[in-house]
């Protein structure tokens, strides 16, 4: 596609719920990333997926936290048993072959609330 | 450690006042440097970056030029407008695929 999509765009869930945060690459983008933001937070480095190659989890910050791409495109992060803390903006990106020199193309996020 | 430093927000001003946003760095070899911008309701989009040491980033009447004796990265515009009011992110490269990201710096234009 012409950008990374996100969705969705926003999520509620109850406290102890699972949920499931998709990301589409821009077609071509061989490197794909999840961060964190939250609220007067920087972006927190989640895990970081490249090619073929065995992804980079060392941002998730606990054993509820998984993600997993399909086909070298889409991805989907999975919350288990969510938490308050869990509430952020969780941020999908991606990158062509060339590296981070060249930058990052962010999706426009997707806001997630625990309740 | 390797970690972006970003002046704290929120930061203030008039319309076609100056702009210094500091950000300074710490990393073990000689990062990429970025800017990243998130306006209100939009995903980060990349606004300049520098590759190596005394480069200068430029992009909408920003820049940023990477000084490697001080480990730093300050954004600066010479007029800013009402339009520019957004969130603004330091970040560096970490390897050849990682970003780390300071903690962004919110800027309001008062017209």
């Known amino acids: 596609g012409a950008g990374v999509s996100q969705s969705p765009s926003n999520k509620v869930t109850e406290k102890g719920k699972d949920v499931e945060l998709r990301c589409d690459p821009i077609s071509g983008h061989t490197a794909l990333y999840w961060y964190r933001q939250s609220l007067g937070q920087g972006l927190e480095f989640l895990i970081y997926f490249q090619g073929n190659s065995a992804p980079d989890k060392s941002g998730l910050p606990s054993d509820r936290f998984s993600a997993e791409r399909t086909g070298g495109s889409v991805s989907t992060l999975t919350i288990q048993r969510t938490q308050q803390e869990d509430s952020a903006v969780y941020l999908c990106?991606?990158?062509?072959?060339?590296?981070?020199?060249?930058?990052?193309?962010f999706g426009s996020g997707t806001r997630l609330t625990v309740v | 450690g390797n970690s972006v430093t970003q002046m704290e927000g929120p930061v203030t001003l008039s319309e076609e006042a100056f702009l210094t946003i500091n950000c300074t760095y710490t990393a073990t070899g000689y990062p990429s440097l970025f800017w990243y911008v998130q306006y209100p309701g939009e995903g980060l989009q990349l606004l300049l970056k520098?590759?190596?040491?005394?480069d200068k980033g430029s992009n909408k009447g920003f820049e940023a030029t990477y000084r490697k004796e001080t480990t730093s990265f300050h954004l600066e515009k010479g007029s800013v407008q009402v339009s520019d009011s957004a969130v603004y992110f330091c970040a560096r490269s970490q390897g050849a695929q990682k970003l780390v990201f300071g903690q962004g710096t919110r800027l309001t234009i008062n017209p």
């Open positions: 990106a991606s990158s062509d072959q060339q590296g981070v020199a060249y930058g990052y193309t």
């Open positions: 520098a590759t190596k040491a005394d």
